[in-house]
């Protein structure tokens, strides 16, 4: 059984007084019948630990360093985001692809760092609207999984997030039949490469996902939550959303 899962990637939104969206979120569902996970910006995890201290909300990073510690200006480690409350942490972002030449390589090197300090790692995979448009997705997406996902991934501590770049931010979503198609080649393959746990591993949609469409994509096979970029950022849309994925079916 794969526990459904909503995740709210704040990417870089959120100053202090947007605590209270995450309160606020806490307090509409306090016994949810999914996980919620939130991933603001690293500056606020620990406060926003310290105010959801007893709640059913757990926290997220957005990204991760590979290695431990050392001289890396800037950056944060997994240990690290652990001190500071995170349970999870995203990796491989399509914009921290874009904008930090981040590659699979990377990836996977961040997502074995993540599991030695405990972190559920949430990988990110989603090809360009030029590549869906050659026919490459599946091909695309399948290199990304093979390349990004680090030896000892298992069901406990990885989940898989298909965000097609070109959905993103766009108010535009696939449909129904392109989600499914792509879900079920990594459920797929995922099985392959790892029996059990790859079927037991969850697979977020993401990419424009609102409370108007939630619904219809929570009853795709194999999509076990939802990756939720700008309808985070305010407790009433996510909660929304929440609630379109508390009511999917199992
Ligand atoms: P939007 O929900 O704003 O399209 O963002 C999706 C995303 O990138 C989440 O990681």
Redesign the pocket.
């Given at each position: 059984m794969r526990r459904k899962l909503a995740?709210g990637?704040w990417?870089m939104h959120g100053l202090s007084p947007q605590l209270g969206e995450a309160e606020a979120l806490s307090e509409r569902h306090p016994d949810p019948a999914c996980e919620i996970v939130l991933c603001p910006p690293a500056t606020l995890i620990s406060r926003m630990w310290e105010l959801l201290i007893g709640s059913a909300i757990h926290l997220g990073g957005q990204d991760c360093h590979h290695a431990d510690q050392g001289a890396h200006t800037g950056d944060i480690s997994a240990a690290m985001l652990v001190d500071a409350g995170a349970e999870y942490v995203?990796l491989g972002?399509?914009?921290r692809r874009h904008d930090h030449g981040e590659t699979d390589a990377h990836v996977a090197a961040k997502a074995a760092a993540a599991h030695s300090a405990g972190l559920v790692a949430i990988l990110?995979l989603g090809e360009t609207e030029a590549e869906r448009d050659a026919g490459r997705t599946i091909a695309v997406v399948g290199d990304q999984l093979a390349g990004s996902l680090p030896e000892g991934a298992s069901a406990a501590n990885t989940v898989i997030?298909y965000?097609p770049i070109w959905?993103?931010?766009?108010?535009r979503t696939p449909t129904r039949e392109q989600i499914a198609e792509v879900h079920g080649a990594l459920r797929a393959r995922l099985s392959d490469r790892l029996g059990s746990e790859g079927d037991g591993m969850r697979l977020l949609y993401?990419?424009?996902?609102?409370a108007e469409n939630a619904r219809e994509i929570f009853a795709i096979p194999d999509v076990d939550g939802a990756?939720?970029?700008?309808?985070?950022l305010k407790a009433g849309d996510f909660s929304a959303i929440v609630e379109a994925l508390e009511a999917a079916p199992a």
């Amino acid at each position: 059984m794969r526990r459904k899962l909503a995740v709210g990637n704040w990417k870089m939104h959120g100053l202090s007084p947007q605590l209270g969206e995450a309160e606020a979120l806490s307090e509409r569902h306090p016994d949810p019948a999914c996980e919620i996970v939130l991933c603001p910006p690293a500056t606020l995890i620990s406060r926003m630990w310290e105010l959801l201290i007893g709640s059913a909300i757990h926290l997220g990073g957005q990204d991760c360093h590979h290695a431990d510690q050392g001289a890396h200006t800037g950056d944060i480690s997994a240990a690290m985001l652990v001190d500071a409350g995170a349970e999870y942490v995203i990796l491989g972002h399509s914009e921290r692809r874009h904008d930090h030449g981040e590659t699979d390589a990377h990836v996977a090197a961040k997502a074995a760092a993540a599991h030695s300090a405990g972190l559920v790692a949430i990988l990110c995979l989603g090809e360009t609207e030029a590549e869906r448009d050659a026919g490459r997705t599946i091909a695309v997406v399948g290199d990304q999984l093979a390349g990004s996902l680090p030896e000892g991934a298992s069901a406990a501590n990885t989940v898989i997030a298909y965000e097609p770049i070109w959905a993103i931010g766009t108010g535009r979503t696939p449909t129904r039949e392109q989600i499914a198609e792509v879900h079920g080649a990594l459920r797929a393959r995922l099985s392959d490469r790892l029996g059990s746990e790859g079927d037991g591993m969850r697979l977020l949609y993401g990419g424009s996902v609102k409370a108007e469409n939630a619904r219809e994509i929570f009853a795709i096979p194999d999509v076990d939550g939802a990756l939720v970029g700008g309808a985070s950022l305010k407790a009433g849309d996510f909660s929304a959303i929440v609630e379109a994925l508390e009511a999917a079916p199992a």
